[in-house]
């Protein structure tokens, strides 16, 4: 008798918790027989588990993202998700481990015996990047991306609330279908990208998204198990990209804010350190479009010293003396011509 049949005859005991699966968590199909399909959500599951399957025995050496799962079959990032908890209750499928999560030595022999819903050959990370603008992004991890990145667009409810402050509208629908005046919150869609670096036996994801807004109910998932996070920043948008530094700040993580210098130009990255308020060794100067650039760039994250945050919080009160940054063109123009890495 061997160790596996003596220790878990059967792979996921009903003790596993479920985990929680994010953009990045790859996944692996178990099994070859038919997923029964009682329900529609039994359908869908199985449409998400025959698309594994099959991908998986075409390219086994690159297992496929939820959100490149949610990207190929349609569905909202949430559905894709909604989906493959399904499967794993089915136990027909396995994920990979949070790498942000600590995993001791009994937990790995666990994995090895089948015993959880962890694949100990499946291993990712996310690093996070935003842009300002959100294009600068994309655009990023296209350039860093092993092959093309995938994107899906979701669509969140803009924030309101009873008092008739925020942002929301009124629909007049005289067909029935509401009184005319009522208030509903309305639909915001916006573009989520996923882009995929092998490095060995581990999958290095990059997860490109706007600049987080208030009450964003997409940021909470998104930047759950982040392990570093790039803030992508033209100079002339360097309002934006302040905005943007608090919830970064909040998640504790290693932070490289990335001066963009397209076409040439040379901003003086002392200067946008001062408005920011970032320790110019955590900026990096960089063409966004080019390969090397954008690599060197994921390179200086990486080598962050884990003790030196990039990202200090600002004194509060804020100082007089030193005013929020404000949007505007005059900051692309300073005469200084002190490059950084690139």
């Known amino acids: 008798m061997t160790l596996r049949a003596s220790t878990a005859p059967r792979p996921f005991?009903?003790?596993?918790?479920?985990?929680?699966?994010?953009?990045?968590?790859?996944?692996?199909?178990?099994?070859?027989?038919?997923f029964p399909a009682e329900t529609e959500l039994d359908r869908l599951a199985a449409s998400v588990w025959r698309l594994v399957h099959d991908l998986e025995r075409l390219r086994p050496h690159l297992p496929l993202t939820v959100l490149e799962i949610a990207s190929r079959t349609g569905?909202?990032?949430?559905?894709?998700?909604?989906?493959l908890t399904e499967l794993l209750l089915h136990r027909r499928v396995r994920v990979s481990r949070s790498c942000t999560?600590?995993?001791?030595?009994?937990?790995?022999?666990?994995?090895?015996?089948?015993a959880t819903h962890f694949d100990p050959h499946l291993r990712s990370v996310k690093i996070l990047v935003l842009g300002t603008p959100e294009l600068a992004a994309r655009r990023f991890v296209g350039s860093c991306s092993f092959t093309h990145p995938v994107t899906v667009q979701e669509s969140i409810l803009e924030p309101c609330d009873l008092l008739g402050h925020g942002k929301e509208a009124t629909s007049k629908t005289p067909n029935g279908h509401g009184p005319e005046g009522t208030r509903r919150a309305p639909l915001?869609?916006?573009l989520v990208s996923l882009g995929t670096l092998p490095l060995g036996t581990l999958h290095l994801c990059l997860l490109a998204l706007s600049e987080p807004p208030d009450r964003?109910?997409?940021?909470?998932?998104?930047?759950?198990?982040?392990?570093?996070?790039?803030?992508?920043?033209?100079?002339?948008?360097?309002?934006?990209?302040?905005?943007?530094?608090?919830?970064?700040?909040?998640?504790?993580v290693p932070v490289q804010v990335v001066l963009d210098h397209p076409d040439g130009t040379a901003p003086d990255i002392?200067?946008?350190?001062?408005?920011?308020?970032?320790?110019?060794?955590?900026?990096?100067?960089?063409?966004?479009?080019?390969?090397?650039?954008?690599?060197a760039t994921l390179r200086d994250l990486i080598h962050q010293a884990p003790d030196r945050p990039g990202l200090p919080h600002p004194p509060h009160p804020r100082s007089p003396q030193t005013p929020c940054p404000a949007d505007s063109g005059?900051?692309?123009a300073h005469a200084g011509t002190r490059e950084g890495r690139s």
Do not use: F, K
Not at 22 to 31: C, F, I, N, S
Not at 75 to 83: F, P
Not at 219 to 245: E, F, K, Q, S
Not at 270 to 295: F, G, K, Q, Y
């Open 216 to 252: 964003d109910a997409l940021w909470p998932g998104a930047a759950r198990d982040a392990c570093g996070a790039l803030l992508i920043a033209h100079p002339d948008h360097l309002g934006a990209a302040a905005r943007a530094l608090p919830p970064l700040r909040d998640l504790h």
């Open 13 to 34: 005991t009903t003790r596993a918790p479920l985990p929680s699966v994010g953009e990045h968590t790859l996944v692996r199909a178990v099994g070859d027989g038919p």
């Open 75 to 83: 569905l909202s990032r949430g559905v894709a998700v909604m989906a």
């Open 270 to 295: 002392s200067d946008a350190a001062r408005l920011l308020r970032v320790d110019p060794e955590h900026m990096t100067m960089a063409d966004v479009r080019s390969v090397p650039s954008a690599r």
């Open 101 to 114: 999560a600590p995993r001791t030595p009994m937990a790995e022999v666990r994995d090895n015996l089948a």
């Open 330 to 332: 005059d900051t692309a």
């Open 188 to 190: 915001r869609s916006l």
